[in-house]
Structures are given as C-alpha cells and as structure tokens.
C-alpha cells in the first residue's frame, strides 16, 4: 500500500514538473491561464455584490454594490493605521488580526443580520443623509444622546465615505479601540502582559457584534473602557493624573447615557478611602467630586424621566417595561410581579420591534420592584439561556449566556476570599452588581439586554476569569502596603 502510493506521488509531482516546464517555455500559456483567474475572480466578485446588493436591500442608499466597496477599502486603509500606532509591537501584530475578524463581521456575518433585522443603524444612517440640520438642533432635547453618533454619520455622508458600510467600519474601530484601552487596564491590575486576554475580549462573542455596529454602543463601551483604566490606574497607583482619564470616560458615559454617572461614579466612590494611598485630604477632593458626579447623573435622569421624588420609582419601572417591551431581535420575558395590561401608549426609546398590543407592567409598590429584582439581576446578566429564544441568533445569544452561568458557577467554586481583599476587585463587583440592579427592570426584551449588556461585559468577564483562574493577590497587597 505504502509503495502504491509512493508511486502515485511521483506520477503526481512529474505532471505537475510538465506542466511546469510547458508554461515557462510558452508565455502565452501563462497569459491565457491569468486571464482565466483574473475573469473567474472578477465573476465571483461579481456574484458576491450581488448577493450584498440583495443583503442590503433596507439601505437607504442607490448604489449599494458602491457603497460596500467603500466600506472594504476604508476598511483597509483603518487597518493599516495600526502600523503608526503608539502601541507596543507586540500588540500591533494581535491589533491587526482582531481587526480583521471585526472586518469579517461587519463585512459579511452582519450582512444576514440586517437583511433580516430592521436595527437603529438604518434610521441613524438615513437621517444623517437627509440635510445638514443646525448643529445646535442637535443638542436639544432628547436628540442630545444621539449626538456622537449623528456627527460620526454626518461626517460620512458629507464626504466621499458617503457609505452605510464605511460608517459601520468607523464604529467597528471605535470598538476596536475601547477593547484595547480595556485591556490595558487589565494589564495594570494584573502587572504583567496576557496578549491571550485581549484575544479573548475582542473575540467574545456579544462584545465583537455589539461593539461594530453604528450606533451609541461603541461609543458607550469606549467611554467605559477609558472610565475602568483610569480607575485601575488610580487604584494601583494613587496618581491624580489618572483621574482626568477617569472622569473623561464618565463623561463620555453620561453624555449619551445620563444615569451611567451613577453607575459608575458610586462604585470608585465606595471604595476610595480603603483603596487608595493617598493623603486625606485628596481623597475628601477626589470623593467630594465623586459626589458632584453623581448628584449631576441623578439630576440628569430626573430631568430625562421627569419624576420628582423616588416615591415615584414604581412608575418609571413600569414606563421603562413598555418602552423595552418588544423588541425587533429577541422575545419579551415575562415578569412574574408584574401584571400585563393593554394600554394605550406610544413607545420612543428602545423599541424596535412591532408596537401594536403593547402590554404595561403594574407594579403597585417599591416592594413588588425588590422581589423582582433577583430575577431581573440575574436575566440581565445571563439571559437568554439555551431555548429562550428560537432562532439563529438567539440559540447563539443562549450559548454566550450559558457559558457566562457556567463560568460563574466556576469562579464561586474557585473564590478565594483574600482575592475580595483587592480593591479593584471589590470595585469590578460593585460596578457589575450596581449596573445589574438597575438595568434589571429593562430584563422583559432579551434583544435589548443583549445589546446593553456591552456596557459592562468586558468587566463582567475580566471579573468572573480572575476570580475563576486569576493568580494569588497577596502579593501584590504586601507590595501596595509596602509603598
């Protein structure tokens, strides 16, 4: 058998010599089969612009074949901007290939999920294209969270990258680049480079999609990003510079999301007498400011959902149910207080799905709003599990969900308590458990959850592998305590 094929390997490698030898005694042989490859690439090119064209038929764009192409060489020439960056070169190498699978995504597995999901990035895109409003329109009222994402499309439209898919490329790297600042963060907490956690950010599967899409979601977790390294920064090192990257991304944060300042200003400011190593009196000024943050955050959502006393929570609990109540990727879950009525509202915010026979949660009291809680905390960060939701991209969502439950189980199993000993870590679950609460009464629409959940994920994830197989943190506490 052994000699049988010996002997058909030799037959092969001298018709490939004859071959060979013909097409370099005879140009026109090789002219004649590049002309064949060149042709067979072009219709395949061809072929696949058409499938694009068809993909893309909800884009408010004539030439869509045009618009893509733009979209792939912008794509490109991002992606070779990365040579210039002032990052280690190391990382530049890891950077490149993250960028293209974000290219991949958002260049082809995207294509399927638009044609068959009307998303907010059509309508951001559309708006962008219809004239040139007054800047300051845009700053007034409830347009002013959209601002960001109004000037990234403008920019677009009114240039020669007049392109849906060049504008989803420019969001795709603004991602790109919040997951890198992240990791940098983890790379100060940890004290040592782990490339393998920055493939495992940038590769996570709700993080990679959420994060390339248009929209205030890159934004939101670039903000984020930037908030947690100078958080890191501040906590493992005490200096005062790192606060203004700190409150650079809370800023960002409140800007499109008004109650993130309480979000992530309570959780620094819970923590920083015990963490930080710095004089009283900078800590009084560095909590003092905390406080301001967040007395503006909780301001700005009174302003936003106009109640005028907490009494009033109940309401906004359930007006938040009906604008989160359907949703155009996933299903609603049911509240087990709740109790679903029709009502005759007209839903703005967050809701992108079918908004006939709309239903209202009733909760009657602040007490019905913390029975639920549990579940809503759980939901948001585990949900959809496996079955919740039957399509593609649900049993998808279902696979992520059950790995962070797996992984969750895991890493309780595995905690060790002086692990909770580290400030950063004791802030990270303050972050997550303070995020969770709060959102938990968006928990009915798991398309929503899935893509909110972005804001967080990163730290979520961070927490959950540390706990589960992060190294001993006494050193690093007798090294904090030496200094």
Known sequence: MKIE??????????????????????????????????????????????????????ISQEGVRLDYIKGFLWAIFLGLTISIWPVRSQDKKAIVWIWAVKCFVMLFLMLFYEHHYETDAFGYFHQAGIKLTSWKAMFIGEVR??????????????????????????????????IYIFY?????????????????????????????????????????????YGVIKWIRTGRLSSLIVMWLGI???????????LILGLPIFLVTFKAIKKKLVSKIVVSLLLIVTILFSVNKVMMTFGFKSFNELTRIANQRFVGFNRGGSMVEVESPIAKPEKVNLTVSEGNTGDNSNIRQARYSSFKDMIIFLPKGIFTV????????????????????????????????????????????????????GIWASLYAFISYNLGTICRYRLQILPVFLGLLLYLAYGGDTQAILKDRRRR
């Open 251 to 261: 800023g960002i944060g409140v800007f499109i999301r008004s109650w993130l300042g």
């Open 381 to 432: 960060l585990f949900r959809p599990l496996p079955g919740d939701v039957k399509n593609a991209f649900g049993f998808l969502a279902g696979l992520e969900g059950a790995f962070l439950l797996i992984l969750f189980v895991f890493a309780v199993k595995s905690l060790r308590w002086h692990k909770l000993l580290d400030p950063v870590v004791v802030w990270a679950i303050l972050l997550v």
């Open 145 to 178: 969270p959209n601002i960001p994402v109004t000037i990234i499309t403008k920019l677009h439209h009114f240039s020669f990258l007049n392109s849906f898919h060049a504008t989803k490329v420019s969001f795709g790297m603004i991602g790109l680049l919040a």
């Open 5 to 58: 094929f010996t002997g058909f390997v030799k037959k092969y490698k001298n018709i490939l010599s004859m071959i060979n030898n013909f097409l370099q005694r005879r140009k026109w042989a090789r002219l004649f089969l590049l002309s064949i490859a060149i042709a067979a690439l072009v219709f395949l090119l061809l072929k696949y612009l058409d499938l694009v064209a068809f993909l893309g038929d909800r």
């Open 184 to 228: 940098r963060g983890v790379v100060v907490f940890l004290r040592q480079e782990k490339p393998v956690l920055l493939y495992i950010f940038a590769f996570f599967p709700s993080i990679l999609f959420w994060s390339s899409v248009i929209g205030k979601d890159p934004i939101v977790l670039f903000g984020v990003a930037v908030y947690c």
